[in-house]
């Protein structure tokens, strides 16, 4: 045979030639030959149950009336109407409130026994009693001590010891009052010091007890009175701060003040 006859190709015939020739590209989607019946047309044929998809109510969601697992902490600018919702609905707009536990009921303590020892002082120099020196003996005693107007600051001394007394008692305008405190025991401290040679601190010729009120009266103008008090409600009660400064800092100026400018 030669190559001639090797190569031969046989000529395609009319009928051949009117069939289309297939080719794997003329079906690119691959199709999956299988029964109808067996493909998932819809989720029932999953045999699932649908409550499993329901939000349970134990999450807190919509009919639920409990709260969520987690409670979440937004701002309402609704004030209070909203607030009041919000704890209806279960869910908190802040961070729960310290517990200040007996906190309150000590401050009051201080508050009545500071307030108490200035009232009685006061009217020891006013009225004379329980021993004390009255308005006249008050008065000779600032006259002693070297004080310029000993008659004016004898009354402003014995009302303000009654008046900063009283007001520490209700807790009325208390870093004020306890400033008043702080002033006053200033100047006794210093008039007691001045009276024996050397630091005296034990009674009774020592500052001890002027020490102690003064500390004291510092303290409730730090801290302030508590929420068993008049000014309960307002914030210098409970979060003392810039304003509790401010007192302090007055009380001892009106005290240094008045010891080096008034004698």
Not at 41 to 61: I, K, V
Not at 65 to 88: K, M, W
Not at 132 to 143: K, Q, R
């Amino acid at each position: 045979m030669t190559d001639k006859a090797k190569d031969h190709i046989p000529e395609p015939t009319p009928q051949d030639a009117a069939e289309p020739v297939s080719s794997p590209y003329d079906e690119p989607t691959l199709e999956l030959r299988r029964p109808r019946s067996s493909m998932l047309e819809s989720d029932d044929d999953l045999d699932l149950d649908n409550s499993a998809f329901d939000r349970p109510a134990q999450y807190g969601y919509e009919d639920s009336g409990v709260a969520p697992t987690e409670q979440l902490y937004r701002y309402e600018p609704g004030g209070a109407t909203a607030a009041a919702g919000d704890a209806e609905a279960g869910v908190s707009t802040g961070p729960a409130e310290a517990r200040r536990g007996t906190l309150d009921l000590g401050l009051l303590v201080l508050r009545l026994v500071v307030g108490g020892t200035m009232v009685v002082h006061g009217l020891q120099k006013l009225t004379g009693l329980w021993g004390g020196p009255g308005m006249d003996g008050f008065e000779a005693m600032l006259a002693d001590a070297g004080y310029q107007r000993p008659a004016l600051l004898a009354v402003l001394g014995a009302v303000g010891e009654v008046a900063a007394g009283a007001l520490l008692i209700l807790g009325l305008l208390t870093p004020l009052a306890a400033a008043a405190v702080l002033a006053i025991m200033i100047n006794a401290w210093l008039f007691r010091q001045s009276a024996e040679p050397g630091l005296q601190y034990f009674a009774p010729d020592g500052v001890e007890y002027e020490t102690l009120l003064a500390a004291t009266a510092a303290v409730i103008v730090l801290t302030g009175p508590g929420r068993i008090a008049i000014d309960g409600t307002r914030g210098w009660a409970t979060r003392p701060f810039i304003g509790s400064f401010v007192a302090l800092l007055l009380g001892v100026a009106a005290g240094v003040c008045l010891w080096l400018f008034g004698r």
